[in-house]
């Protein structure tokens, strides 16, 4: 009687979860290759927040200056957090004949405001621009990046999301696999801004009016979470202004970066991405509580291998249903935001998929992360 219930619940997890995916995908299919032709140029400040990183300041820089914005309109905060390296002194150095760089300099850790949130709070505060446009120091950004996200913004935008892919040409397998997982966060992204509730976003290619940040007084609730400074303000954003919030999926304006060099910083990474799955709303933590069950009874039908070959078929169908669905909507997503993957890495990625989210679900509950020099 428990094998069956367990069966049905399972079942009607699966049927929830490929109704999703179908009704996302068909969200997804209404985004347009091209980029609109957006209002009258904006006064647009680009924050980057940079610790310690002095290896990126010299091509980041290369980026900014290189895009075809009006540079009239155009302003760069940076901001050096708390870096004990020769960040400062490059980015002193590679700007002073450019007047519309300004530098700020952040030397101590204000207990109430995360350092990040902190530098791009005090970025934002100190800006001239209509929009702020944030990236991070180690992004790659083509010339059209200001003006494509910009594009889309109109009376009826307060933010609009961007998609940060990792470098075109991973190193390894690993790498490639990575690249595909981060790739389906942002499928997710541009599918539910589609639906008219966006789930997430990244910090590297984030745009929103300064008018909206200091109506919400900044990170609220969340600034004193040391992440966060994309995804949980999305969600302030998302409670406050709903409808507001649009996704660019134009190549002209990704900002590539590069994917965790090892594995160490892998994990403290997917740590801190799901460190907050319990304080979001209380619909979004049900709906990851739910996702994270779904997968758990996923893995846990391949026990039925062990009674008998007919239930195992069952459980055989249930990944089949799964892998087709999924599939389904990464090739729309592919489509979208004109990217490839080979069948190889999908079906490697699907079948460590199911175990990677148990664990990391799991993990970052009890388990601290490194990030900018801090452990949490």
């Known amino acids: 009687m428990l094998l069956w219930a367990m ?4 079942a009607a997890l699966l049927a ?3 109704s999703a995916l179908f009704y996302l995908g ?5 985004y347009p290759k091209f980029i609109p032709q957006g209002a009258e140029p904006f006064p647009v400040t680009i924050i980057v927040s940079l610790h310690n990183e002095s290896d990126n300041v010299e091509i980041l820089l290369q980026a900014l200056k290189a895009q075809d914005y009006p540079a009239n309109l155009t302003e760069f905060i940076l901001v050096d957090d708390r870096s004990t390296d020769d960040t400062l002194e490059k980015l002193k150095l590679l700007t ?3 007047s519309r760089f300004r530098i ?5 850790i204000n207990p109430d405001l995360a350092p990040k949130k902190r530098a791009i709070d005090s970025a934002i505060r100190a800006a001239k621009g209509e929009i702020m446009l944030l990236t991070d120091a180690d992004g790659r950004p083509s010339p059209k990046w200001v003006s494509s996200m910009l594009a889309l913004f109109d009376d009826n935008t307060e933010m609009v999301l961007g998609y940060a892919p990792y470098f075109a040409k991973q190193k390894n397998f690993l790498q490639k696999m990575m690249a595909l997982e981060y790739f389906s966060q942002a499928a997710v992204a541009a599918a539910t801004t589609a639906a008219g509730y966006p789930a997430t976003c990244v910090g590297t290619n984030l745009a929103y009016r300064k008018s909206l940040y200091l109506a919400l007084n900044g990170y609220g609730e969340y600034s004193g979470v040391v992440s966060g400074d994309d995804d949980l303000f999305l969600a302030r954003v998302r409670g406050h202004f709903p409808g507001k919030i649009r996704y660019q999926t134009a190549v002209e304006s990704h900002v590539y970066n590069a994917p965790p060099s090892s594995w160490k910083q892998f994990y403290h990474q997917r740590l801190r991405f799901a ?3 319990l304080i979001y709303e209380k619909k979004v933590s049900f709906s990851l509580m739910l996702l994270y069950l779904f997968n758990l009874l996923i893995l846990l039908s391949l026990l039925l291998w062990l009674i008998s070959p007919a239930f195992g078929f069952i459980s055989l169908a249930g990944w089949l249903l799964k892998a087709g669905a999924e599939f389904a909507f990464m090739s729309v997503a592919m489509s979208r935001f004109r990217r490839s993957y080979s069948p190889f890495v999908f079906a490697a990625t699907f079948l460590l998929h199911v175990p990677y989210v148990l664990w990391f679900g799991a ?4 388990k601290s992360y490194h990030w900018r020099g801090l452990s949490k």
């Open 26 to 30: 068909h969200c997804l299919a209404k």
């Open 363 to 366: 993990a970052a509950q009890f």
């Open 275 to 277: 460190s907050k799955g």
């Open 16 to 18: 929830l979860y490929l």
């Open 7 to 10: 069966l049905f619940f399972c």
């Open 96 to 98: 002073r004949e450019d």
């Open 104 to 108: 700020i300099v952040i030397s101590d």
